[in-house]
């Protein structure tokens, strides 16, 4: 049963990313775990939003916590009027139909390598190719996300069109998180 589209208000302080190349461009924020709730999954989800009455469109990411976390870049902060460790006024809402995703170059590449592969992903939803590809960047090595990425063209060629076995939250595996904070 999938969860009706809901418009949610809530307050979050802006926080700033720990000694990150080019921390000062942007800024993070948590969503409260009620508010996280009241979205479809807890994997990668889209949303259209404002801050300080300010609309954008967003990924919010997984905290490994059971929430999200939204990345805010530096021209949203200046057209909000926020800077780091304000708090600021957010409204979000799941988008009707998630976006399809920019799929990254080195699984792109694969996948043209192998028509039966990409003929599966063709065939696939949009919040599959979503998981695949969060899949692939959660690699923290880049020897991982190799391999990943030829698993991924040998699943899809044996015709799986889900990945299998990964917690697309985070939650029990641990892969994915919210950036630490600077403060």
């Known amino acids: 049963m999938s969860k009706q589209s809901v418009s949610t208000e809530f307050s979050a302080k802006l926080l700033r990313p720990k000694s990150s190349e080019g921390a000062e461009n942007w800024a993070f924020v948590i969503l409260p775990g009620e508010v996280s709730a009241t979205l479809p999954r807890r994997g990668r989800t889209s949303v259209?939003?404002?801050?300080?009455g300010h609309e954008f469109r967003a990924l919010l990411e997984p905290d490994g916590k059971k929430s999200h976390w939204l990345k805010i870049d530096k021209d949203l902060m200046k057209s909000a009027g926020a800077v780091h460790g304000d708090i600021a006024e957010f409204e979000i809402e799941a988008v009707e139909q998630e976006p399809e995703p920019e799929v990254p170059a080195d699984l792109k590449q694969a996948l043209t390598a192998s028509?039966?592969?990409?003929?599966?992903?063709?065939?696939?939803t949009t919040i599959a190719?979503?998981?695949?590809?969060?899949?692939?960047?959660?690699?923290?090595?880049?020897?991982?996300?190799t391999k990943r990425i030829q698993d991924a063209c040998n699943m899809l060629a044996e015709g799986k069109k889900r990945v299998c076995c990964f917690d697309t939250s985070g939650f029990y595996s641990k892969?994915?998180?919210?950036?630490?904070t600077a403060e």
């Open 129 to 145: 190719r979503i998981d695949w590809i969060h899949w692939v960047e959660s690699a923290k090595q880049a020897k991982t996300r």
């Open 115 to 124: 028509p039966q592969s990409k003929a599966i992903w063709d065939a696939t």
């Open 48 to 52: 259209d939003g404002s801050i300080n």
């Open 175 to 180: 892969a994915l998180s919210a950036p630490k």
